[in-house]
């Protein structure tokens, strides 16, 4: 099955969860409920942008766009985080004011639908286990809809405990769950967004010791200006100016060692680059170029 197809198999299923939770909710007056259904919603979003990045992905590059839109499903993913982090910042505020003021909770309707929910969250979760690490869209997409499922068992758990107890504020405790189940996961995958959208180094690839390799090797002088980023998941480049000997200009030789250099990147480090681009240069050209900047 193809990423599109998962996904848009698991958005019907977030749908269909997510309209079952709004009723509960509004049944049962429950806030854990309410608050499933409001992460439901933002999964259901996501997954609509997860969806339209994804096909947006598929586009050839052209030379307006070298890199195609590769980059949407990194953009995908940071707006997704957003959405959800404001979500669980609303849940953790209501939660706290139902802990000082609990109103009344059907449990019985709460307990199904929160039965109801996890049902479907697993059903999602099989759709996406497979491939989840294919992309930061699918990545995203499976750990919402995780953290749907963690959420619906503390549903379950809190109607349970108001059903033998009488203690109301069992919802509240279960809506702070969902709620720090959804704000530190979403803070990371956050973070990785933005580290990618900023152009920092790949996570597992040490620029020192990828400069201290191509240093090592036959009539390489000096490696400088060297950079590397991810324009997508497993899309990795790097680019920099290699100073060789000058008489490697004059024989021939260079070609031979730009190849050497590419086939580094790409196999020696646990991150392999098979996008790089190197500028050959002597180093009287180095350091004239230097004078100019």
């Known amino acids: 099955m193809s990423d599109r197809k998962r996904l848009t198999a698991a958005l019907a299923v977030t749908l269909s969860i997510m309209t079952v939770g709004i009723i509960g909710a509004a049944w049962s007056g429950s806030l854990a409920l309410l608050a499933d259904a409001g992460h439901m919603l933002t999964d259901a979003m996501g997954l609509v942008i997860a969806l339209v990045a994804a096909s947006l992905?598929?586009?050839?590059?052209?030379?307006?766009?070298?890199?195609?839109?590769k980059r949407a499903e990194v953009i995908a993913a940071a707006v997704q985080a957003l959405i959800l982090l404001s979500i669980g910042v609303f849940v953790l505020v209501e939660a706290v004011r139902r802990l000082l003021s609990a109103p009344e909770v059907a449990h019985g309707p709460?307990?199904?639908?929160?039965?109801?929910?996890?049902?479907?969250?697993?059903?999602?979760?099989?759709?996406?286990?497979?491939?989840?690490?294919?992309s930061f869209n699918l990545r995203a997409a499976f750990l919402e809809v995780l953290n749907d499922a963690l959420g619906s068992v503390a549903v379950i758990i809190g109607a349970v405990?108001?059903?033998?107890?009488?203690?109301?504020r069992a919802d509240a405790i279960a809506s702070l769950f969902i709620g720090a189940l959804i704000v530190p996961r979403t803070i990371v995958l956050l973070r990785d967004t933005v580290h990618v959208l900023l152009a920092s180094t790949p996570k597992g690839l040490?620029?020192?010791?990828?400069?201290?390799?191509?240093?090592?090797?036959?009539?390489?002088?000096?490696?400088?200006?060297?950079?590397?980023?991810?324009?997508?998941?497993?899309?990795?480049?790097?680019?920099?100016?290699?100073?060789?000997?000058?008489?490697?200009?004059?024989?021939g030789h260079a070609?031979?060692?730009?190849?050497?250099?590419?086939?580094?990147?790409?196999?020696?480090?646990?991150?392999?680059?098979?996008?790089?681009?190197?500028?050959?240069e002597?180093?009287?050209?180095?350091?004239?170029?230097?004078?100019?900047h």
């Open 161 to 168: 405990v108001i059903a033998t107890t009488g203690w109301t």
């Open 282 to 292: 002597t180093a009287e050209h180095s350091s004239r170029e230097r004078l100019v």
């Open 57 to 69: 992905a598929l586009r050839p590059p052209t030379m307006k766009r070298t890199w195609g839109f």
């Open 110 to 134: 709460m307990l199904w639908f929160g039965i109801a929910g996890l049902a479907g969250n697993i059903v999602a979760l099989a759709i996406l286990s497979s491939s989840r690490s294919n």
């Open 206 to 251: 040490d620029l020192r010791e990828v400069r201290e390799h191509m240093l090592s090797m036959d009539h390489v002088e000096d490696v400088h200006d060297l950079h590397a980023e991810l324009i997508a998941t497993g899309v990795p480049v790097i680019t920099g100016h290699v100073v060789i000997r000058n008489e490697c200009m004059r024989d």
């Open 255 to 280: 070609m031979e060692i730009l190849a050497d250099l590419q086939t580094c990147v790409a196999s020696h480090f646990d991150i392999p680059v098979g996008h790089a681009t190197f500028q050959l």
